[in-house]
């Protein structure tokens, strides 16, 4: 757990109530320009804390089997979304992953954030080689074609 305590000088301080630091004082830029770096470092530490060490490598066009814990009532269980991973985005803890697959002849998509408790784990059942970064192509296709990554 990490405590922090931060003291801030005299001409940073606001004196009105809206918490607002008056920086058109040349002399308290360099003074809040070090302390949005130090603010972005402590916030990279907590985040590289609550990430997973864990994780399974793939990329765009691969197939995949997403194992999610599902909570009813007082049991959990684990269900799995089997699909083409057809975008990434994001960085950090703020990173999400789109599949998508073919349900009863209807496509389904679900976003799953990469670092999610709820997310047991992500196994690659095939690699595809994909050449883009967002794979929007395949909404259009149907049947078959819809699951081929390929070009």
Known sequence: ??????EFPR????????????????SVRPQSRGLYELMNQIIDAIEK???KGDLTQFSVGDSVRVHT??????????QI?????IGRKGRGLNETFTVRRISYG???????PLHSPRIAK??????????????NYLR???????TAVRE
């Open 1 to 6: 757990m990490i405590v922090l305590v931060l």
């Open 11 to 26: 001409a940073m301080r606001s004196t009105n109530s809206s918490c607002k630091v008056d920086t058109s004082n040349e």
């Open 49 to 51: 804390e609550q990430e």
């Open 69 to 78: 814990r599902v909570v009813e009532g007082d049991k959990e269980r684990i």
């Open 81 to 85: 979304f089997t699909g083409v991973v």
């Open 106 to 112: 209807e496509g389904v998509e679900r976003v799953f």
């Open 122 to 135: 992500v196994e690659v059942e095939q690699q595809g080689r994909a050449r883009r970064a967002k794979l």
């Open 140 to 146: 259009g296709r149907k049947g078959k074609e819809a």
